[in-house]
Nanobody
Framework: VQLQASGGGLVQAGGSLRLSCAAS????????MGWFRRSPGKEREFVAA????????YYEDSAKGRFTVSRDDAKNTVALQMNSLRPDDTAVYYC????????????????WGQGTLVTVPA
């Protein structure tokens, strides 16, 4: 399974970005999907996740009400819509698939994309 995250960039505080995760070699509809981020000097942290069939979504507290995770199984993609961005959202964002265990823990995920950088200047 190869995952490719895209959509990062430089955005002013209060702005929006939409990240996308595309897959090759796999059908994403088979997988629970997650988004994580790594800020400078920090460990990779959970941002959001979405179940197979999009029946359930999960968010880290600071993402609730600002970020929305979605999936389009017909296009084999997962998206993370990020609104009201803040400087502390600056990080490399990763998509991941197929957690075995807690969906909140990066170690649970078997497959990872390469990451896309989001920068929100102070």
């Amino acid at each position: 399974v190869q995952l490719q995250a895209s959509g990062g960039g430089l955005v002013q505080a209060g702005g929006s970005l939409r990240l996308s995760c595309a897959a090759s070699g796999a059908t994403l509809s088979n997988y629970f999907m997650g988004w994580f981020r790594r800020s400078p000097g920090k460990e990779r942290e959970f941002v959001a996740a979405i179940s197979r069939g999009a029946g359930s979504t999960y968010y880290e507290d600071s993402a609730k009400g600002r970020f929305t995770v979605s999936r389009d199984d017909a296009k084999n993609t997962v998206a993370l819509q990020m609104n009201s961005l803040r400087p502390d959202d600056t990080a490399v964002y990763y998509c991941a698939a197929n957690p075995v265990g807690s969906l909140y823990h990066a170690d649970s995920y078997n497959y990872w994309g390469q990451g896309t950088l989001v920068t929100v200047p102070a």
